[in-house]
């Protein structure tokens, strides 16, 4: 049986972890970027072919990225994942590309629709090597081949940042337009989670004075264990 000092010290674990939430929580979200590219005007695709969205990082730095909230769009459909090197798909859907080899890709494969969008994290981006990381965000036709961009180095990349700092801003993203369809320039811009909801006073003083009566409950019957 668990003793009456442990019951004792448990009732002051509860009480010190209620009033912390009592103080309040300060959560400072990671920074965001939302990429939106318009997918209207991309070549007619044949029945039963798709486009593939191609994620990549590259380098040796130990960065990892995080991609959350992808879309095809009204009227796309998201089909096939595949993942090579360090990206790996979290158990709440969201995709890393974690730098354990030089190059690490994921691919999403989609029907276009109005636009396909995605958010990308990058605050554990890890700074100090002579090999920076860099995150490269291009599309490929149902062959296979990337889809030609304006990118004088490439030819095909439509959005790629490296990754040499802690805090970016929205010119960091190197963007180009599709050769195809110069409209689909993507559109970059910086952004935020959803606050995470704080405990309210009210509950917060409601486990507050549930752990203060459970101590002081703890501490009478070890007061009455040891007077007798």
């Keep these: 049986m668990i003793s009456t000092k442990r019951r ?126 860099s995150f490269t965000f291009a599309i490929l036709d149902s062959a296979g081949a990337p889809l030609p961009s304006n990118d004088p180095y490439t030819g095909f990349v439509i959005t790629t940042i490296d990754l040499t700092k802690t805090d970016y801003n929205n010119d960091d993203f190197a963007r180009y337009s599709l050769t195809a369809s110069p409209a689909a320039f993507p559109d970059v811009n910086e952004t935020t989670p959803p606050p995470v909801p704080e405990l309210s006073p009210n509950l917060a003083l409601a486990v507050l004075g549930g752990c203060l009566a459970l101590t002081m409950r703890l501490r009478r019957r070890s007061l009455r264990a040891a007077a007798r």
């Design 8 to 133: 004792i010290q448990s009732g002051m674990i509860l009480l010190a972890g209620a009033s912390f939430f009592l103080g309040g929580v300060t959560a400072h979200a990671a920074t965001l970027y939302k990429t939106t590219l318009d997918t209207t005007g991309l070549p007619a695709l044949a029945a039963g072919d798709h486009y593939t969205a191609y994620f990549g990082l590259t380098g040796s730095a130990g960065s990892t990225v995080t991609l959350t909230q992808l879309s095809a769009g009204n009227g796309g459909v998201l089909g096939a994942q595949s993942f090579t090197g360090g990206a790996f798909l979290h158990s709440n859907g969201s995709v890393a590309l974690k730098d354990t080899g030089f190059v690490n890709e994921f691919t999403q494969d989609f029907t276009p629709g109005s636009e396909f969008d995605f958010t990308v994290d990058l605050s554990r981006t890890k700074i100090g090597s002579p090999d920076p990381d």
